[in-house]
């Protein structure tokens, strides 16, 4: 394997046979290994982080298994039943199709221009810009309908969710290169995201800052959701498809009012677990972006959720009651995943970090997504999907990677910048 996109000091493991996991071309859902969830990715570790890996995987493991209990519990009986499933199945001829295209704009449709957004100045934040800068609330009401139609009105039915919202750390002179993240499933909080995306230092490097809230998390949650996200994954299989479609489709009305009201320009996403995924579909729907991170992202969504026990113990016997392989089960979601789609960025403005003791979204979906993307730059990290130990070191590869994409060209000069 060649490592020449490697980035870290932890790579793979050169004795191990570690071919593409898929020909060039290919329709994933049918030649990814069926036993894909089973798989193991091998890396050259060091005694340190060797250690390291083991015992941050093990606090994933318990965190993941609480986590399937708590979905599995809440969300799987209302989303799963046997209607729901058999509507799915049914329309596997309407979304089926748009994923054989390989045509990202097929699902993906770009929104209706001049989508009033409206910003609300935040008062009091734990970030607060030095400098003159401000804190803005933007929000507008969604004109999201979903793809499918028979979705239509169980979906627009959930009114808190139709309105999108962004935070906007914005610096007081003029237009400025944007970055925009996007948190993981139920991990919307301001704070954590703050910490975790390092926003406070990409604000105090020069850039704009900005969090993007999904669909059915934070202030986007269903009436009477027992948790952030639960809505995401609730309302079935095609369910999850349009909250995917949404979410690409209300971060770019984001993106249009930043183009048309600042003339902002410079744009970039970076995306965390289900944020990740949300951000490599981005990357095959939106040329504008100027690059994508995904950090621990989630490949395939229908994989995922066999290593998620006990509900892929669900899953399997869904499967088996109706007779369905895991190539059907991932091609019902093939819609709205990331393998379907060639980027529409360069492969040299996308970037993808891995956690080597990941057990939410094991290191083989972040070497999957690399794999689809010709090999990009990827570094990993010997932590978990939590605790991202050395993230020092890929906070600076980031810092190196936006200066090789050029993203610090767009600063004002320094004699310009406010001095903090």
Not at 61 to 70: E, N, S
Not at 199 to 228: E, I, K, N
Request: charged residues 25%.
């Amino acid at each position: 394997m060649s490592q020449a996109s490697v980035v870290s000091r932890i790579a793979h493991d050169k004795s191990k046979d570690a071919p593409v996991m898929m020909p060039d071309g290919a329709r994933w859902w049918e030649h990814l290994d069926r036993d894909f969830h089973r798989s193991e990715e091998p890396f050259d570790l060091a005694l340190r982080d060797r250690v390291q890996v083991r015992a941050t995987a093990a606090s994933d493991v318990v965190i993941r298994t609480a986590g399937a209990c708590l979905v599995g519990a809440t969300a799987l009986p209302l989303g799963f039943t046997p209607k729901k499933l058999e509507g799915a199945l049914a329309d596997r001829a309407f979304y089926g199709p748009m994923a054989e295209s390989g045509d990202a704009t097929r699902f993906f449709r770009a929104p209706v221009k001049g989508v009033r957004v409206d910003s609300k100045r935040v008062r009091f934040s734990r970030f607060r810009p030095l400098g003159g800068g401000a804190t803005y609330d933007l929000s507008f009401e969604s004109p999201y309908v979903p793809a499918n139609p028979r979705e239509r009105a169980p979906y627009l039915r959930h009114r808190a969710n139709r309105r999108a919202h962004l935070r906007h750390w914005r610096h007081p002179d003029g237009k400025r290169p944007l970055i925009i993240a996007i948190h993981g499933f139920s991990a919307d909080l301001a704070l954590i995201n703050e910490w975790f995306f390092a926003l406070p230092w990409l604000y105090h490097m020069g850039f704009d800052v900005a969090l993007f809230t999904l669909p059915f998390h934070g202030r986007r949650q269903t009436r009477f959701s027992p948790f952030s996200g639960h809505g995401f994954f609730s309302g079935g299989v095609n369910h999850i498809n349009e909250a995917f479609g949404q979410a690409v489709h209300d971060f770019r009305v984001f993106l249009d009012h930043f183009e048309q009201e600042h003339g902002v320009d410079q744009v970039g996403v970076m995306g965390v677990s289900l944020g990740g995924h949300t951000s490599a579909l981005l990357a095959a729907a939106e040329p504008r972006l100027r690059f994508a991170i995904p950090n621990v992202p989630v490949a395939s969504v229908a994989d995922l959720v066999h290593e998620w026990e006990p509900i892929g113990v669900m899953l399997r016997a869904g499967m088996k009651a109706y007779g369905l392989g895991v190539e059907e089960v991932r091609h019902m979601l093939a819609v709205s995943c990331p393998l379907t789609y060639a980027p529409v960025l360069p492969r040299e403005r996308l970037f993808v970090i891995g956690g080597v003791g990941d057990r939410l979204a094991p290191p083989k979906h972040s070497r999957l997504l690399w794999d689809h993307w010709g090999r990009c730059k990827i570094h990993w990290f010997p932590g978990s999907h939590l605790l991202h130990l050395d993230r020092g070191t890929y906070l600076r590869q980031t810092a190196r990677f936006l200066r090789d994409v050029g993203f610090f060209d767009h600063l004002p000069p320094p004699g310009l910048q406010r001095r903090f």
